[in-house]
Every structure is written in C-alpha cells, then in structure tokens.
C-alpha cells in the first residue's frame, strides 16, 4: 500500500488566490513526521514545511499553512496569496518514526501552475 | 546559504564508464545521509541510507555492488555509479539531516546522463 497518496497530479490557481494540495498518509506509527517540499524545475528540493504527529498546533510558514486531520490522516498543504514563482512540483512525505536518521518517504507529486 | 552540495551538478558519461556523485555536508557533521533517485515525471524513491564510518543500508531492489557509497568523513558521502548504462540515466539527489528534528535538508541533485 502506498504510504503517501497526493491525488492530484496537477493544480492550476489564479495569481492571488488560495490553493489547497492534498495529502494523505498511512502508518500505523504513533510517531511520524510529514513533510512538504517545493521542486522548481532546477530539480533542487525545497523544504517548505513541517508537522510532527505529536504537535497539537498546524505548522505555519509564512504562506505556506499545513491542515493536520490526524483522524482522517491528511496533511493538505495550503499556500496562501499565490504567486507566479509558486509555479512548481510539491511533494508530501513522511518518516516513521520521526526521528533524524530516517528517511523519507515522498508521494508522486502535484503540479502548480499560477496563472497571472 | 547552501546546507548540503554536491558535486558534479551534471554529467554525462559513456555506457560502461563510472561516475562518482559527492555530497557534502556543509554546515555540520553528518553521521547519516540518504542517497535518492528520480526519474523524469516521478517522484524521488531511497536508494540508500549512508551511515559515517559503516557499510551502506540499500533499499530492496538497489544493488549494492552497482552504486556504490562511501561515507569516509562526518562531512562527505560519494556515490559511485559503476559500468553505467542508459537506464541508469536520473536525477540523484542526497539529503541530510540538520539542526533538531525537523528539517531534512536536500542537496542539488546531480543529473547523470549515460550515452
């Protein structure tokens, strides 16, 4: 089974406008993180944000805000006042345990496209 | 600035030729890093986790004797693509973790080409 499930291969968003990209994960860990990066088409992976299963608070960052449902396990990434430079692959991900010398594990990818 | 490099950014090579890839560390010691892969239009998938001063952990399916990995420093991991062919042709993308929990930082990813 997949661990990470991003159903939405590609987004288009007005300039300005809100966007939510989707996340869902399975694990059976108590423990885990969950991870969003950006990838322009340079390839460099960009961390953007991140959300331990143990934090109480949805992670901010600037735009960028991740909606944890822990219950319905989905971490959708929501990036607020969209710009053109947006434009890009996101990826989710996750580690189980939520340790530092785990890997991750990434979903296939959403692709952002900002429209002016 | 720039957590973690890598070294060459691009390059291409002849089928049957080795390649080496190194990934530094930039800012801190790294007893673990993680060696990824990428296919045009995929996502990125484990290859390896390199461990300082031990033998790599490959991931089911990577073979061990092809790509080979050196963690020799707290600082540096060398991957080395051996007799490569087309198919091996990715985006090979190293990652470190820094600074708490967090954060796993990427490095540039190198864009190997076989002829």
């Known amino acids: 089974a997949q661990k990470i499930t991003q159903t939405q291969p590609g987004m288009f968003v007005q300039e300005k406008e809100a966007v939510t990209l989707d996340c869902t994960y399975d694990?059976?860990?108590?423990?885990?993180?969950l991870f969003w990066y950006k990838q322009p088409s340079s390839g460099e992976m960009i961390f953007l944000i991140y959300?331990?299963?143990?934090?109480?608070q949805n992670a901010t960052e600037g735009r960028y805000s991740l909606n944890f449902q822990k219950a319905r396990k989905s971490a959708n990434l929501v990036i607020s006042a969209s710009q053109l430079g947006d434009s890009a692959m996101y990826f989710c991900a996750m580690r189980e345990p939520d340790s530092g010398n785990t890997p991750l594990v990434f979903g296939k990818g959403t692709r952002l496209s900002v429209i002016a | 600035g720039a957590v973690v490099s890598q070294h060459p950014s691009r390059v291409i090579c002849k089928s049957g030729t080795s390649v080496k890839i190194e990934c530094r560390s930039l800012d801190f010691q790294a007893t673990t890093m993680f060696w990824y892969r990428q296919f045009p239009k995929q996502s990125l998938m484990l290859m390896a986790t390199?461990?300082?001063?031990?033998?790599?952990?490959?991931e089911q399916g990577v073979e061990k004797d092809k790509f080979l990995i050196n963690h020799a420093s707290l600082t540096l991991s060398t991957l080395t693509v051996t007799s490569a062919h087309p198919e091996d042709s990715s985006f090979y993308i190293c990652s470190v973790m820094a600074g708490g929990r967090d954060t796993q930082y990427f490095g540039p990813g190198t864009r190997l080409t076989v002829l």
């Open positions: 390199s461990n300082e001063g031990s033998k790599a952990t490959y």
């Open positions: 694990t059976s860990d108590q423990s885990y993180g």
């Open positions: 959300q331990g299963s143990y934090d109480e």
